[in-house]
């Protein structure tokens, strides 16, 4: 837990926010920060999707923003040990990836219906990214 915080990781997490976190089978890509329509082209904020869209939805589609804020306390977990060292638990980092990925799972559970496929990419990359870097952190912390 005394390792300092590597760039190549910081970065990797970063890059996290870039990527589709649920493909849809319309073509449509929920991110991060949005979701983007492609047919017609349109782009939904993570804001006005909280804000403006979700009344009345039900509270599996909440999970995205969840998914989201889990990734954004992890993020700011692991620039916590990158600004100043020893000072980031890497086991709650590594505990905030794998909870944001089955949210995000839960959340693209929620969208699937008949003739629409929703894919979580995103779940397996932030699972993949926890495994990656905090396996042996996780693993220390579970089987104590």
């Known amino acids: 837990m005394d390792r300092p915080t590597s760039p190549r990781r910081l970065l990797?997490?970063?890059?996290?926010?870039l990527a589709?976190?649920?493909?849809?089978?319309t073509g449509d890509l929920v991110?991060?920060?949005?979701?983007?329509t492609l047919d017609p082209?349109?782009?939904t904020t993570l804001t006005d999707y909280l804000f403006?869209?979700?009344?009345?939805l039900p509270n599996r589609l909440l999970a995205w923003p969840v998914a989201v804020v889990l990734y954004l306390l992890a993020v700011g977990n692991a620039a916590?040990?990158?600004?100043?060292?020893?000072?980031?638990?890497?086991?709650?980092?590594?505990?905030?990836l794998a909870l944001a990925g089955a949210s995000n799972f839960w959340?693209?559970?929620?969208?699937?219906?008949?003739?629409?496929l929703a894919v979580p990419v995103g779940s397996v990359l932030?699972?993949?990214?926890?495994?990656?870097?905090?396996?042996?952190?996780?693993r220390r912390a579970l089987w104590r």
């Open 52 to 56: 403006v869209y979700t009344r009345g």
């Open 126 to 138: 932030l699972w993949t990214a926890a495994w990656w870097f905090h396996w042996p952190d996780l």
């Open 80 to 96: 916590l040990g990158w600004f100043a060292p020893d000072s980031e638990d890497r086991r709650v980092t590594g505990g905030l």
């Open 12 to 17: 990797a997490l970063l890059a996290l926010f």
């Open 107 to 116: 959340f693209a559970f929620g969208l699937a219906r008949p003739g629409l």
């Open 31 to 36: 991110f991060a920060w949005g979701l983007a």
């Open 20 to 25: 589709p976190w649920t493909v849809l089978s």
């Open 41 to 43: 082209f349109h782009v």
